[in-house]
């Protein structure tokens, strides 16, 4: 299995809701990533865990709040959101972690913050 | 932290000819480069990456050069095909565990 899932594809949620998007890779991987990325935009990290250590990218709002259960999951945590926040959300993850690795990508969660 | 510059943002190339994507870096400790190809509507995939011990890797048509000195490296498609228009953006690893991207090349292949 090389492949990293994301669940939903698509979500659509109010100022007000609370949701999660959810990742999962089968690969062995020992690091997993949450990048969001605006239409024509690179991807931008917002938070890497890595050999069981967190690490965020200290501009990323607190509504947003990643939850590791497992070294296969990494979930990303909605709350309070704005309409700029409406984006692609890739998740990634690399077997050698350390940022020094191919990231393998999954398909993305399309938001939009209504 | 890491700045990855990324230039041109937009190259159009006749079919058959070459195209250089340059990409600068500031972080010393970066020791990692790939690049990535993204098709619209899809998934950034990697096509060519390269390590700070290395100066130079290719991959058929597809080359890397990397200048530790100058913080520079760069990217070199030959014989370009339709099938090669795509954003590419290259990145760069930092001292703690992070890829940061460039801003990307919009890559038009004209017929």
């Known amino acids: 299995d090389t492949e990293v899932t994301q669940t939903p594809k698509h979500l659509v949620m109010g100022m007000t809701n609370k949701k999660s998007l959810k990742c999962e890779q089968h690969m062995g991987h020992r690091a997993m990533y949450w990048y969001k990325q605006k239409a024509k935009k690179p991807p931008e990290l917002m938070f890497v865990?890595?050999?069981?250590?967190?690490?965020i990218n200290e501009s990323v709002p607190s509504r947003f709040s990643p939850e590791c259960p497992n070294s296969s999951l990494l979930n990303l945590h909605l709350h309070a959101l704005q309409p700029e926040d409406s984006a692609l959300y890739l998740c990634?993850?690399?077997?050698?972690?350390?940022?020094?690795?191919?990231?393998?990508f999954g398909e993305g969660s399309r938001l939009t913050v209504l | 932290g890491e700045n990855v510059e990324q230039h041109p943002s937009t190259l159009s190339v006749q079919e058959g000819d070459s195209a250089v994507i340059k990409c600068t870096y500031s972080d010393s400790a970066s020791n990692y480069f790939p690049w990535y190809k993204q098709e619209l509507g899809k998934r950034p995939q990697l096509i060519i990456d390269i390590r700070s011990n290395v100066g130079e890797k290719k991959d058929q048509r597809i080359a890397v050069t990397l200048n530790k000195t100058a913080k520079h490296f760069s990217l070199h498609i030959t014989e370009t095909q339709p099938e090669d228009s795509a954003v590419y953006f290259c990145?760069?690893?930092?001292?703690?565990?992070?890829?940061?991207f460039g801003k990307g090349t919009r890559l038009h292949i004209l017929p």
């Open positions: 990145a760069a690893s930092t001292g703690d565990d992070k890829i940061i």
């Open positions: 865990y890595s050999y069981e250590k967190l690490s």
């Open positions: 990634a993850s690399s077997q050698e972690g350390r940022g020094t690795g191919e990231l393998f």
